[in-house]
């Protein structure tokens, strides 16, 4: 490298590195107001109610810590834990949350929820993005069929759930998770109630799928072995077992139901502008990207999977929101614990 050259390298180094010490911010990232950013850090804290694993959510919000100055209070449990947790707080008059993330923020009271709309949330798919502005998908969960990459061929792999309940030579040898209602109700939305029942009891009379407790038990079992195909799990779960070397893949078939991690902000937040503003980080492209380390798939279009093309692959497919009344819901659960659990009994 030339002289001068080298010297500006060393010199745009060294002003990088002596920056904090002088007060001065670096560039900020895309996602940053820096009118809120002053407010935020001024309250000088977040606090999020999750139900996101804390090897996969601390160190993206450790991000956010770092880009903002914003200290990161994370409070993790079940979707159901913490929606508990945000009723109880709310009926005794002192929400402690800022932001709450997991899968059933819908469920909450619209009372409780901030009506706003991050910038960032412009560009992710429609479906998730709630109407009402309370609520925005921040990381999608797909359901499709998984096999074990040892154990089953790609060629041999069925490509309509109708050829797959022709897969008699599976039988014990495929798993389920206890529940699965968004699934179930993709089924309803793309049958109809008569056709779904029927596919639904041919496909538990020929594959007599094992059941087992969680949507992570499926990944796992199913890459080691134990099982050479799943009838259906999470994409995310799936790629994430992929990640660690596991011999398991995905394939999608119609129709794919996906329902979201979602991200909603306490009309009480105690730290509104830290809200606000983490609510946009993780919907932007560098949050997003964040979440695909782990195997996440984003709700941008405009954000890579890891690995990639994983959205191409699921959207050349008829995908199903799972958004649904409670009444719909019930339906699902029954149908499930009917006939995939029960085996139509």
Request: with cysteine; aromatic share 8%.
């Amino acid at each position: 490298m030339p002289a001068f050259a080298l010297l500006m390298r060393c010199a745009a180094l060294a002003a990088a590195a002596l920056a904090p010490a002088l007060g001065l911010a670096a560039e900020a990232p895309s996602w940053v107001d820096p009118a809120l950013l002053e407010a935020a850090r001024k309250e000088g804290t977040l606090v999020i109610y999750t139900s996101v694993n804390e090897e996969e959510g601390l160190p993206i919000w450790k991000q956010f810590e770092q880009d903002t100055g914003v200290k990161v209070a994370y409070i993790r449990g079940s979707d159901s834990q913490m929606i508990g947790r945000i009723l109880i707080e709310n009926r005794g008059g002192r929400p402690a949350w800022d932001v709450v993330a997991v899968t059933s923020v819908q469920r909450l009271p619209a009372a409780l929820l901030a009506e706003y709309e991050p910038p960032q949330a412009q560009h992710l798919f429609p479906s998730a993005r709630d109407p009402a502005r309370r609520w925005y998908g921040f990381a999608a969960n797909y359901d499709v069929p998984a096999y074990n990459t040892r154990l089953v061929r790609p060629q041999d792999l069925p490509q309509s759930y109708e050829d797959f309940a022709r897969k008699t030579e599976w039988a014990g040898r495929t798993v389920i998770n206890e529940s699965d209602t968004e699934w179930v109700v993709a089924f309803l939305d793309h049958y109809g109630e008569s056709k779904a029942r029927d596919l639904l009891r041919s496909l538990a009379a020929a594959l007599k799928p094992a059941i087992v407790g969680s949507h992570l038990q499926v990944a796992r079992t199913l890459g080691a072995g134990e099982y050479m195909v799943a009838l259906n799990n999470y994409v995310n779960l799936t790629i994430n077992v992929k990640l660690n070397g596991g011999p398991t893949d995905f394939w999608a078939l119609d129709p794919i139901g996906v329902f979201y991690q979602q991200i909603g902000i306490d009309a009480q937040a105690p730290h509104p502008n830290a809200a606000r503003l983490a609510a946009n980080f993780i919907l932007s492209p560098e949050g997003q990207t964040l979440l695909t380390r782990r195997g996440r798939i984003p709700t941008r279009p405009d954000v890579e999977t890891n690995p990639p093309g994983v959205l191409q692959a699921l959207h050349a497919r008829k995908v199903m929101p799972s958004l649904y009344s409670p009444e719909k819901e019930r339906k699902a659960d029954a149908l499930f614990k009917e006939i995939i659990v029960g085996r139509g009994r």
